[in-house]
Every structure is written in structure tokens, then in C-alpha cells.
């Protein structure tokens, strides 16, 4: 039936996987090298969106259905509020890491977990956001035939 | 900066204006948004011989990325040819555009040479996030160490934006079912297939 | 036998950062015909093959010159990753530009170079 779009869904579905695995090696390094939060939010959408060119935005919806993006980006901004609310139940400001966990004089592992909780819920909301507003344009749109183009 | 770095710069900005020329002049959409895509990317190209390579890769990553791809989607939602402008109405627009830029170019006769040592963004806040990120964070970017931890407030400021923006989009243009059930009317089950 | 081995490591250390170079030239030159090759081919079709050139040809030789020019072995590692992603879908995205042209029925011009076209029919191409 689609004959003529063989060679993009098979070499998509070989290379969505590698994407969203991309996305979390960028995640998790940004304490290394460049990365962080933003830039792995977006790779996970696009991979989101890749999948929904290349297999129609049903078939996307029925992966990763609208409610749980939004869902997803509400609770990325919630973590990252969280993390500075119980870093002031445990005494210190708002936001402030060396609070998170009980550790000796000069270490870091309250600023290590507060980076990686607040760029988790970067990335949650960055990903959901633009999965969310990706569908709003593409559910608006009246079915393309390939011809009109 | 040397010579050789000087170069590649003045020559990646001369590629960036003569696309922003270009994208103004035009009025196919398709093509615009494509070229808006590319300045993106070359800008992406420019700040990494600027050696702002977090930058660089958020630009690449959102600009020459996604935000081509949601501005395709919002051009089909549209047309694809943009409005003949009368070219009178564009007279008054221009001598505006052409006074505040000349204010410009004189105001940068006062900046500080770039990645100078003695200028003010360098040598007071940014040396002593540089001195004091290994004591106080202890991890070895110090991008994300400034972005995260220093200035924290900043960056859910952004976070929250970013979300608004999301949510705003949903609650104008809806939230993406339309498609899904007007392809379950449609008993065959075939979607916008590619 | 061990001899010879050490030999042509030593060869190869001093070899290596030439090839290197060499191949990285080579790959911006290939850049420069596909550019070349966008801006004066005839047809879309043309010029699409001459951008592929860029986009493969001379990506996957300068990846193989920067391989080749690695401090280390991690850096040896990421560097062929990106060549075989750079591989696997670079010459997909051509084949999807080939294909939405071709399915939006724009014309290859077929005929002689410079023949007053009675094949030729070109949407804006």
C-alpha cells in the first residue's frame, strides 16, 4: 500500500530508538560536557515527532497520547518547585542544594541530586510542551493528500 | 581572537545577513521557513567559533530542529505564499529600522573588546563563578553548574515560560484529538500517512 | 616478524596525521563540488544528487580524515558513531526529497543538454 515510503519507515524505526537513547546520554552529561536539561528535552520530542510523520499522527497519539504530554510537562515544572520546597523543609533557602541531604562539611552530594532532579523536570517539561504543542498544530490540520503538495 | 577566527566569524555573519536578506525578500513560505531553519544552523556554527558550544548546541538543537518543524506545521495551517506589501507602507517602518540601527552601531563603539579580560561580564560575577564552581558545586561543567545551581531561580523562570507557552498553544488551537477521531470515522483506519 | 611490526607502527604514527589531513582536504573539496554542482545543474533532480554529494560524499570523507586524526579512543569512538548516523541517514533524507518531488509530479528533463525541450516539463523547478 505506502510502497513508496519503505526505506524512511524502515530506517525510522531502526534510528528512533538510538534517538531517545541520545536524548538521555545528552541528560545525564550535561554535568560533563555541553547539554543538559533543553537540549535532551527537545531530541526526545523530535524523536516523538519523527515517529509521527513518518507513521501519521494517530499511530502517535496512540503511542504517547496528548493528556500524558501535558500531563508530563506539569509534573517536570512540579519537580523542579519541589526540589526548592524540600530544600526549605530541610532548613534552607528556597532552591538552596547543600540542604537536600545530610552530608559532611565540603561535600557535594546536595548540589549533584539537586542538578540532576531540576534538570529532569527540565527536561520532562521541555519534552511535554513540545510534544503538546506539535500535536495542536497537526490535529488542526484537514488530511493532505500527497498530491497537493 | 586571531585572525583566523576573526575571519571564519565576519564570514559567517555576512552568510547569516545575506539569508535574512533573503528571507525578507521572498514570499514563499515553504522556502521561507526552510531558510529561517538554515539561519538557524549557521548561527549554531558561529557560536561554536565563538567557543559557546552549550549555546551552539541548544541553537541547533531548537532552532534549526524543532522550531522548523512546528513552523511548517503552523504554515499548513495557513497559506503558502505570503501578502504583496504595497512598497510605500514599508517606507516609515525602514527609517525606523535605519535610525535605531545607526544608534546601534554608534553604541558599540564603547563595548569592550571581545573576551576581554578586563570588561565587566568577564572579571567580576563570571571569574568568580569560575573560581569558586570546583569548591562549591564540584562538577566540571561550568555552564550547567551556573545554569543550575547559581542561578537556579533563572532557569525555572524558564522552565515555567516554556511550560506556559505549551499549555497556551493547547488551549488555542486545541488539544490534538480532532485527528484521531476523525480518522476513527473513517473505518478503514488509514491516517495522515506520509 | 616483531621487528617488522614495530616497523610499520612506526610508519603509521608518522603516516597517520597526513592521511589525516589529506583526507579532511579531500572531503572539503568534495563540499565544493556539491556546492558547485547546486548552483549550476540544470534540474531539480540534478541538483538534488549534486547536494547528496555534499551531504554524504564529502561528510563521510571528512569524518574518516577526523577519525584518523583523534587524540584518543573515546573521541575515535564518538566520531565514527556520528559517521555511521551521518551514513544511515543522509542519503534517506535525498531519497525523501527525491521521492515528495517525484509524488507531487515534477519532471525530470530528459532530451540532449541545451535541445529545445520537447520533454521539457518543469514546474518551477
Not at chain 2, 577566527?5 to 525578500?25: H, K, P, Q
Amino acid at each position: 500500500m505506502n510502497d513508496r515510503h519503505i526505506i524512511l519507515r524502515v530506517i525510522s524505526k531502526f534510528l528512533i530508538p538510538i534517538i531517545v537513547v541520545y536524548a538521555l546520554y545528552v541528560q545525564f552529561h550535561g554535568d560533563y560536557g555541553p547539554g543538559g536539561g533543553f537540549q535532551a528535552g527537545v531530541i526526545m520530542a523530535v524523536a516523538i515527532i519523527l515517529y509521527s510523520l513518518i507513521f501519521g499522527v494517530p499511530a502517535a497519539l496512540e503511542a504517547i497520547p496528548a493528556g500524558f504530554a501535558r500531563g508530563l510537562a506539569s509534573i517536570g515544572l512540579l519537580l523542579y518547585a519541589g526540589v526548592g520546597i524540600w530544600a526549605m523543609m530541610n532548613g534552607g533557602d528556597y532552591l538552596d542544594y547543600d540542604f537536600l541531604v545530610e552530608e559532611e562539611e565540603g561535600g557535594h552530594a546536595g548540589q549533584h541530586l539537586g542538578i540532576i532532579l531540576i534538570e529532569l523536570g527540565v527536561l520532562f517539561t521541555v519534552a511535554g510542551a513540545m510534544v503538546t504543542i506539535f500535536y495542536a498544530f497537526a490535529g488542526r490540520v484537514a488530511e493532505i493528500r500527497d498530491e497537493d503538495w | 581572537m586571531n585572525v583566523g577566527t576573526a575571519l571564519i566569524s565576519v564570514g559567517l555573519l555576512t552568510m547569516l545577513f545575506v539569508i535574512a536578506v533573503a528571507i525578507v525578500r521572498m514570499r514563499n513560505l515553504f522556502a521561507i521557513v526552510m531558510l529561517s531553519g538554515t539561519y538557524s544552523l549557521i548561527s549554531a556554527a558561529w557560536f561554536v567559533a565563538l567557543d559557546a558550544v552549550d549555546v551552539a548546541f541548544t541553537e541547533a538543537a531548537v532552532g534549526a530542529g524543532i522550531s522548523t518543524a512546528l513552523m511548517l506545521g503552523a504554515m499548513l495551517l495557513t497559506s503558502r505564499t505570503a501578502k504583496v506589501e504595497r512598497s510605500l507602507a514599508s517606507l516609515a517602518p525602514l527609517l525606523v529600522c535605519i535610525a535605531t540601527g545607526a544608534m546601534l552601531i554608534y553604541a558599540t563603539i564603547d563595548l569592550p573588546a571581545l573576551g576581554s579580560v578586563t570588561s565587566p561580564v568577564n572579571a567580576y560575577v563570571g571569574a568568580e563563578y569560575l573560581a569558586r564552581t570546583e569548591s562549591d558545586i564540584g562538577v566540571p561543567n561550568v555552564v550547567t553548574a551556573v545554569l543550575a545551581s547559581y542561578r537556579g531561580f533563572d532557569t525555572l523562570g524558564e522552565t515555567a515560560v516554556i511550560f506556559a507557552a505549551g499549555i497556551s498553544v493547547a488551549l488555542l488551537l486545541g488539544f490534538g484529538e480532532r485527528s484521531l477521531t476523525a480518522s476513527m470515522k473513517d473505518k478503514s483506519g488509514r491516517g495522515r500517512k506520509l | 616478524m616483531s621487528e617488522f611490526l614495530s616497523t610499520i607502527s612506526e610508519y603509521w604514527t608518522v603516516f597517520r596525521p597526513w592521511l589525516g589531513a589529506a583526507l579532511s582536504m579531500l572531503g572539503g573539496f568534495l563540499a565544493l563540488v556539491g556546492a558547485i554542482g547546486v548552483l549550476r545543474f540544470p534540474d531539480f533532480y540534478t541538483r538534488l544528487h549534486a547536494a547528496s554529494v555534499t551531504d554524504t560524499g564529502a561528510a563521510l570523507v571528512l569524518i574518516v580524515g577526523m577519525c584518523l586524526l583523534s587524540p584518543s579512543g573515546l573521541v575515535f569512538v564518538k566520531i565514527l558513531a556520528i559517521g555511521i548516523f551521518l551514513f544511515l541517514t543522509a542519503p534517506s533524507a535525498a531519497h525523501a526529497i527525491a521521492n515528495a518531488a517525484h509524488t507531487a509530479k515534477l519532471e525530470p528533463v530528459t532530451g540532449r543538454f541545451g535541445s529545445p525541450g520537447e520533454n521539457v516539463e518543469e514546474h518551477g523547478g
